[in-house]
């Protein structure tokens, strides 16, 4: 299987990226790294990627930021950065991608427990999470040929202590069951879920 792995140069991409070399072709795209480079929030970069790696059978997105602030301090420029780069990226990822997937193909996105559990200055990535969701829901039953589409919501990995603050109460996931979450989404025959790693 061909897949392309948009942010597998990111510290959840990385590992995602090689458990699935061991047994499939991957292309890592990064935003100044990888085999080919993208800039997700600019959809003739996405474009570009596409047509540099051709045909693929399944896409694997763990790329995308949004902003940690509070509601007192939040702007529309500053909640349209985020909206711009890991809820639109990832959907134009979509968009554009469905021209050039194979049939029976696949989508995986990544949203996050923020979705549903919020934490303070979360806001932003909070509308994001339940944005993603909320459109794998409804872009599965439109997607022809077969292809299929889910999202990976994980809560805060074992691999960013940086994270843990913020996420006060809530016990990391390891990674090992974040990308086991990747691999049903892949492997599987499951489409429109929000696959929930908690």
């Not at 140069?9 to 047994?23: C, D, H, I, P, Y």
């Amino acid at each position: 299987m061909k897949i392309i792995i948009v942010g597998a140069t990111g510290t959840l991409g990385k590992r995602v990226a090689e458990n699935f070399s061991q047994k499939h072709e991957i292309i890592r795209v990064g935003n100044t790294k990888g085999d080919v480079q993208v800039d997700i929030t600019n959809e003739a970069s996405i474009k570009n990627m596409f047509e540099q790696i051709g045909s693929f059978d399944a896409l694997i997105s763990t790329s995308g930021k949004g902003p940690f602030a509070p509601v007192s301090q939040l702007t529309g420029e500053v909640f349209k950065g985020g909206l711009l780069d890991k809820l639109l990226g990832q959907i134009n990822l979509v968009l554009i991608g469905q021209h050039y997937i194979n049939k029976s193909g696949s989508f995986t996105l990544t949203s996050g427990i923020l979705a549903e559990n919020p934490v303070a200055a979360g806001s932003v990535l909070s509308t994001i999470n339940g944005g993603l969701n909320a459109f794998i829901t409804a872009a599965a039953p439109e997607l022809g040929n077969g292809i299929r589409i889910n999202a990976v919501s994980p809560n805060v990995v074992e691999d960013s202590p940086a994270y843990f603050d913020s996420f006060p109460g809530e016990i990391p996931v390891t990674m090992e069951k974040v990308i086991k979450a990747y691999e049903k989404s892949v492997l599987g025959i499951i489409t429109g879920q929000v696959i929930r790693v908690y």
